[in-house]
Each structure stands twice: as structure tokens, then as C-alpha cells.
């Protein structure tokens, strides 16, 4: 399985890139995560939040394989545990197919990728930057990844 990390946003500073490496590269083959970037929509005097969501979820949905299990980081969406998350990854796994795990751009995603979602997770009530997001879920997922297989990184 491969989880093709869907970003809108580029150009993240060096330390961002670093820290998703890092995490990125501890990950097995059976559960690799690939980033693809896209860049954002152009905000202009002209332009809606809606135009921009709706460009840039072209741009979203084109990227995501076919077949792959769309999942939507949201504000909105379900918060999990570790070990929720775990057992999210493992019925991921079972299910053998790709994932495609979805962030937005500054507005958040468009109704139609979220009307597609098969999960909404919520990374936390909090309000994070975009280069923050990145980090944190390859590093939960690299959790998650380490709980299901008894991997003495994440400790209870």
C-alpha cells in the first residue's frame, strides 16, 4: 500500500522537508508515503474563496490514484487516539488498496472532496500552519505504523 500525501502548498522551508524525510524514510515498503505537492490556487481581487477551493480540488482530485481510499484532513473531522489511528491504518493495510490522505490549501477543501471522503480526521481543535501539518501526520502515521507492529518507538 502506498499513501500519497496530497498537499496543496510548495516551496516548504528546509526543516519541513527534513522532518518529513525523516519520517518518510522509516516507513516500510508495504506502508510508504509519497508527498505530492500542488501548488495553490491564485488569490487575486477577482477570485472567491469558493473559486479558489474548487480550482484547487481539480487539481486534488486528479491527483489521487484511482481507487485509492480518499481520506480529508478537516477541521471538522474525527479525532482519533494513537491507537484509533492504528486501527484505522490497519483496516488501510487489509484493505490493500492505495490512499490518498488529503490537506487543503489556507481555505480547507472544497465540498466535493469532502462529499468523497471516506474518513474526515482531525488532527486537533487547534489551528496549525501547513508546514506543521505535514510533519505531525507522517510522524503519526510512522505511530501508528510502530503500534501495530509492536515497534518500541511509541511507548503507552
Known amino acids: 500500500m502506498v499513501i500519497h500525501f496530497i498537499t496543496v502548498g510548495?516551496?516548504?522551508?528546509?526543516?519541513?522537508?527534513?522532518?518529513y524525510a525523516e519520517y518518510a524514510k522509516r516507513l516500510p515498503k508495504?506502508?510508504?508515503?509519497?508527498?505530492?505537492?500542488?501548488?495553490?490556487?491564485?488569490?487575486?481581487?477577482?477570485?472567491?474563496?469558493?473559486?479558489?477551493?474548487?480550482?484547487?480540488?481539480?487539481?486534488?482530485?486528479?491527483?489521487?490514484?484511482?481507487?485509492?481510499?480518499i481520506i480529508a484532513l478537516d477541521e471538522h473531522g474525527q479525532q482519533v487516539t494513537t491507537k484509533g489511528l492504528a486501527e484505522k491504518l490497519e483496516d488501510w493495510l487489509a484493505g490493500g488498496q492505495d490512499v490518498a490522505l488529503i490537506v487543503g490549501g489556507p481555505d480547507g477543501l472544497d465540498a466535493e472532496i469532502l462529499q468523497q471522503a471516506q474518513w474526515k480526521w482531525g488532527l486537533s481543535k487547534l489551528?496549525?500552519?501547513?508546514?506543521?501539518?505535514?510533519?505531525?501526520?507522517?510522524e503519526q502515521v510512522y505511530r501508528a505504523w510502530s503500534v501495530i507492529n509492536n515497534h518500541p518507538y511509541h511507548r503507552e
Request: aromatic share 2%.
Open 10 to 19: 510548495q516551496k516548504m522551508p528546509k526543516w519541513v522537508q527534513d522532518g
Open 30 to 69: 508495504a506502508c510508504s508515503m509519497k508527498l505530492v505537492e500542488l501548488p495553490m490556487a491564485q488569490r487575486g481581487k477577482t477570485s472567491s474563496t469558493e473559486q479558489n477551493k474548487a480550482e484547487e480540488a481539480k487539481r486534488i482530485l486528479a491527483a489521487v490514484p484511482k481507487g485509492a481510499r
Open 127 to 138: 489551528t496549525m500552519p501547513h508546514p506543521m501539518v505535514r510533519i505531525m501526520v507522517v
